[in-house]
């Protein structure tokens, strides 16, 4: 199909498919046919939505240069730091405050910078009703342009906290729920739980905790990936009990209906 590409603008031929949270996240989820489940939440308990070997993909919304060049460049980046050991410097550490963290160097910040952008808007620009709570408004485009010509900004413009679920990994490490956005002093803020990981963007400046100054990617080239307390990772547990719509392995399909016990 010929239409007007959603990143760079132009009238191309669209892709098919593309991915709004990219395949290589969607890696602990697999079994050994490389499929999984995708289930249902709702007020009734848990409703399968059966077996799947794909995530969510929306049609016709960029072209290939764009999916698989601009985009999927930053994918490519992303899944050698993520989950290739990229990283010189990878070490787990513990703050002053007794709080643990892994400290990770040697990342290019651009490339790393854009490609969490890339996440946050593509969720934005998707039709998928996975992705329905995320809605950029007027954020939509300046991050499109800043995807579009390389441009990062600078560390607190929409910066991300990344989080791992260290004490109750067990339980949610093959899971990918859906983003959710909450209200915070007239701002709003974005979470993204994919595997055993959470992602928070702060769009709203104002809004912005100076903490993120130490532990969003900086220029430098520095990581911290903060593990949360059992307290903190049993309330973002509660929240994705709240959602509408998990994916998950078949076995953390019956995981999920449990999740209120450990609450």
Known sequence: MIGKCKLCGEEKELCNQSHIIPNFMYRDLLDEK???????????????????????FDKNILCQPCDNGTLGKLDRYA??????????????????????????????????????????WRASISQRRFFAEVNLGPHEERIRQMLINSEPGDQLKYPCLIMTYLHTKKYIEEIVAQPSRARVNGGYVYTFPIGGMVYVFFVSEHIIPGSLKDLSISPKGELKIRHSSPCLSRRIIGSMVGARFVQATKSNARITQGFNMLL
């Open 34 to 56: 490389n499929r999984f489940y995708a289930i249902q939440l709702n007020e009734s308990g848990v409703h399968s939505r059966g077996v799947r070997q794909t995530g969510e």
């Open 79 to 120: 899944s050698l730091i993520l989950y290739g050991g990229n990283p010189k410097i990878f070490e787990n550490r513990i703050d002053p405050d007794g709080i643990k963290y892994t400290y990770c160097a040697d990342i290019d910040y651009s490339q790393f910078k854009l490609f969490l952008l890339s996440l946050l």
